[in-house]
């Protein structure tokens, strides 16, 4: 799935990779989006839903994904009504990005499975989303797809932030920026649905995030899901 390099994790794109890292992605919670300009890297930041192999959980849900040599990025903002969405609704820049998220109140998770080298997940977009940054020429080797739908404090109004970013690489660290092996991210998000839909020598069981977890973003929502 990887080989680790002077530069970072070199990524083996198969079909295996790429499912594996969908199903690690799978109900994570995007609570953050950025760029450190200096290598055109675009992070987002996760919660994600991990079961090492000889613990009850991962006490430390946070992740950031960093996509690597990255070329657009591309982030709509709308008002998610019942059955239908809002137009965009514009952002001036990563900043304005930034500023969303800091003052969103409450989130939902990622769903769907599908959220590497899908375009047909934008197929709803209007024609002008709501923020484009070009960072460099020329097309990427792959495009990530993800979402938040999320509500203001004291408000009932619902909106989905979502985006794509176009590059070339991916790796996964830590909160601390450690990096954590490929095959690891993927081993344990897969491990924690196979404990979930009791497909391991261990029964279903109930798999709960603590809202008393580590945020990015201060306290979060719990999530509890049910296996059987």
Same mark, same amino acid.
């Given at each position: 799935?990887?080989?680790?390099?002077?530069?970072?994790?070199?990524?083996?794109?198969?079909?295996? @990779?790429?499912?594996?890292?969908?199903?690690?992605?799978?109900?994570? !919670?995007?609570?953050? +989006?950025? +760029?450190?300009?200096?290598?055109?890297?675009?992070?987002?930041? +996760?919660?994600?839903?991990?079961?090492?192999?000889?613990? @009850?959980?991962? #006490?430390?849900?946070?992740?950031?994904?960093?996509?690597?040599?990255?070329?657009? $990025?591309?982030?709509?903002?709308?008002?998610?009504? *019942?059955?239908?969405?809002?137009?965009? $609704? %514009? +952002?001036?820049?990563?900043?304005?990005?930034?500023?969303?998220?800091?003052?969103?109140?409450?989130?939902?998770?990622?769903?769907?499975?599908?959220? *590497?080298?899908?375009?047909?997940?934008?197929?709803?977009?209007? !024609?002008?989303?709501? *923020? &484009?940054?070009?960072?460099?020429?020329?097309?990427?080797?792959?495009?990530?797809?993800?979402?938040? !739908?999320?509500?203001?404090?004291?408000?009932?109004?619902?909106?989905?932030?979502?985006?794509?970013?176009?590059?070339?690489?991916?790796?996964? &660290?830590?909160?601390?920026?450690?990096?954590?092996? *490929?095959?690891?991210?993927?081993?344990?998000?897969?491990?924690?649905?196979?404990?979930?839909?009791?497909?391991?020598?261990? #029964?279903?069981?109930?798999?709960?995030?603590?809202?008393?977890? %580590?945020?990015?973003?201060?306290?979060?929502?719990?999530?509890?899901?049910?296996?059987?």
């Amino acid at each position: 799935m990887g080989t680790r390099t002077m530069a970072g994790w070199d990524v083996v794109w198969d079909e295996q @990779t790429r499912t594996g890292l969908e199903t690690a992605l799978n109900e994570a !919670e995007v609570v953050g +989006l950025r +760029l450190n300009s200096s290598d055109q890297t675009c992070e987002l930041l +996760l919660h994600v839903c991990a079961q090492p192999e000889r613990a @009850t959980g991962d #006490p430390d849900p946070r992740r950031v994904l960093r996509l690597l040599r990255a070329t657009r $990025i591309r982030v709509l903002l709308r008002e998610d009504r *019942l059955g239908d969405y809002g137009p965009a $609704i %514009p +952002l001036a820049d990563l900043d304005d990005v930034e500023s969303f998220f800091r003052s969103i109140g409450g989130w939902d998770a990622m769903y769907g499975w599908e959220y *590497l080298d899908r375009p047909s997940r934008t197929d709803d977009w209007p !024609e002008e989303p709501s *923020l &484009t940054v070009d960072l460099r020429p020329g097309p990427a080797s792959h495009s990530l797809f993800w979402f938040t !739908e999320c509500w203001k404090p004291g408000d009932d109004t619902r909106l989905c932030i979502e985006g794509t970013v176009d590059f070339e690489d991916l790796e996964i &660290t830590y909160a601390d920026r450690t990096a954590e092996p *490929l095959e690891q991210f993927i081993a344990e998000g897969r491990l924690w649905w196979d404990v979930l839909f009791g497909r391991t020598k261990h #029964p279903p069981q109930v798999q709960v995030t603590s809202a008393e977890a %580590p945020s990015w973003r201060g306290r979060r929502p719990g999530s509890t899901f049910v296996g059987g």
